[in-house]
């Protein structure tokens, strides 16, 4: 058939993929100027934009060996896990010396940081049952001359359209995101906009929409975990989290060149492929643009009022474990026909 021509053929297959209990729809692909890529982002979906060239000289030039070369003999943050699940957490929310309201919470992860060498070294060792290693460090700051330089050389002109076409506030953060194959940040949503470009090897992202609160059990906003699921989505608890089952999500499997558009408050849960190699990725956060008050609100913005509820009851009871039943009366057999 000559219209299989154009069709990428996918280095990898399903069994690169985690195995869960749910089917995914699939996150459209779009050439960077088709016209649906911006229909997409306006309507706040999640879209694949390929041919952008935002990061080609990290697509060309970025593997193990030219980070080890050129990261320079700054420390890198390094998270430390001893499953494949990274779950992310704030220490500001742990209770402690400084933090007397704190919750009591034990780290999923260790944070340690490294000296690059020391990095890819230990990762080029690592042999299984050892704990895996995920490097997580901003490009802000002090990395070497040839890696500023291929930042420079990033495509801003397209990014900053982007930018300014759907009024997106400031770039907050560019993080560099180096990862062992078969890691897994667990589902969680941000309050920001994202392009996650992907540099090396193979990433899966699993989104769900924020109308999909329902199903998808966040941690209370005053937890460590805050924005994360609470459902594992290993061996997901049925009884605790019956709902779950129904969430309905889309999958994108992004490689070297490849932009995954994750709208704000969007749930999503990311893999490096296994048996494919460590990747590398760049992400590109913005503050959400001036928020627009038009009826019906949108499914993100009720999102924000809930959380801002939670902080409300919890800033007036002053305790975290009189939240949950205070928020229980005001609906319980009330809101019933
Ligand atoms: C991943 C993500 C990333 C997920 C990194 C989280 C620390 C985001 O860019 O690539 O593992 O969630 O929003
Ligand atoms: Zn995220």
Redesign the pocket.
């Known amino acids: 058939m000559a219209s299989t021509s154009n069709e990428e053929k996918k280095p990898w297959d399903s069994s690169n993929l985690r195995k869960y209990c749910l089917n995914f729809g699939e996150v459209p692909r779009f050439h960077f100027d088709d016209p649906r890529v911006d229909e997409c982002i306006r309507s706040n979906k999640p879209v694949i934009i390929l041919g952008t060239n935002l990061v080609k000289p990290a697509v060309e030039k970025w593997n193990l060996g030219y980070m080890e070369q050129n990261m320079g003999a700054a420390l890198n943050t390094v998270y430390f896990s001893k499953s494949h699940k ?1 779950k ?1 957490f704030d220490e500001n929310k742990m209770l402690g010396r400084s933090n007397p309201k704190g919750v009591q919470f034990t780290p999923p992860i260790r944070k340690e940081d490294m000296l690059i060498g020391d990095f890819i070294r230990t990762m080029r060792d690592w042999k299984q049952g050892e704990e895996r290693l ?1 490097m ?1 460090q901003s490009l802000t700051s002090a990395v070497g001359t040839n890696i500023v330089q291929d930042f420079v050389n990033f495509n801003w002109k397209w990014i900053s359209s982007k930018q300014k076409l759907h009024k997106w506030g400031k770039l907050t953060s560019n ?1 560099l ?1 180096v ?1 062992q194959e078969g ?3 667990p589902c ?1 949503y ?1 309050e920001q906009e ?1 392009f ?1 470009a992907q540099v090396l090897g193979y ?1 899966r ?1 699993i989104l769900f929409p924020p109308d999909q609160f329902q199903c998808m059990y966040p941690h209370p906003v005053h937890h460590p975990h805050d924005r994360q699921s609470m459902v594992d989505m290993d061996k997901p608890d049925h009884v605790r989290f019956p709902k779950f089952k129904e969430a309905k999500g889309v999958e994108a499997v992004i490689g070297p060149g490849e932009v995954l558009y ?1 709208p704000i408050y969007w749930w ?1 849960h ?3 492929l296994m048996r494919m190699g460590p ?1 590398i ?1 760049v ?1 590109f ?1 913005y503050k959400a643009g001036p928020t627009v008050i038009q009826y019906p609100l949108k499914d993100h913005q009720k999102v924000s009022i809930m959380r801002n509820i939670e902080k409300m009851v919890l800033e007036v009871l002053r305790d975290p474990n009189e939240v949950g039943p205070l928020l229980r009366n005001v609906v319980l057999g009330r809101f019933e026909d």
């Open positions: 990274f992310y995920y997580q993080l995101y990862s890691n897994v940040t969680h941000d994202n996650f990433k992202c994750i999503h990311v893999e490096s990747t990725t992400n956060w």
